[in-house]
């Protein structure tokens, strides 16, 4: 059974980075077709898609959050990152790991959710 554990900082200050780890387990985050995705929602709000590292390494990112956004992976580890630099209180919400599987075009997994908040 494939698990994911998002890791990382509760609090950040503002106009520092930010960054989440995701731990998969029970799965390789190299097995073909899959994507592995991080996903928020702000409080009171929708969820935000942010981007993608695909099984081959590729990656791509959603036009809101591009300009400051990173997602790398360690697959010696099995883990995949997410760093957001120069934070603001409106990157606050729950940042959620998961994973696309495209060839059913669904998540087959997700994480918790871990709680970020970007406050002085």
């Known amino acids: 059974q494939v698990q994911l554990q998002e890791s990382g900082p509760g609090l950040v200050k503002p106009s520092q980075s930010l960054s989440l780890t995701c731990t998969v387990s029970?799965?390789?985050?190299?097995?073909?077709?899959?994507?592995w995705t991080w996903i928020r929602q702000p409080p009171g709000k929708g969820m935000e898609w942010i981007g993608y590292?695909?099984?081959?390494?590729?990656?791509y990112y959603g036009p809101s959050l591009k300009s400051h956004t990173s997602i790398s992976r360690d697959t010696s580890r099995n883990q995949f990152t997410l760093q957001l630099s120069s934070v603001t209180p409106e990157d606050t919400a729950v940042y959620y790991c998961?994973?696309?599987?495209?060839?059913?075009?669904?998540?087959?997994?997700w994480g918790q959710g871990t709680q970020v908040t970007v406050s002085s």
């Open positions: 998961a994973g696309w599987r495209s060839d059913f075009q669904a998540y087959d997994y």
């Open positions: 029970g799965g390789s985050i190299t097995t073909n077709d899959y994507y």
């Open positions: 590292i695909a099984y081959s390494g590729s990656t």
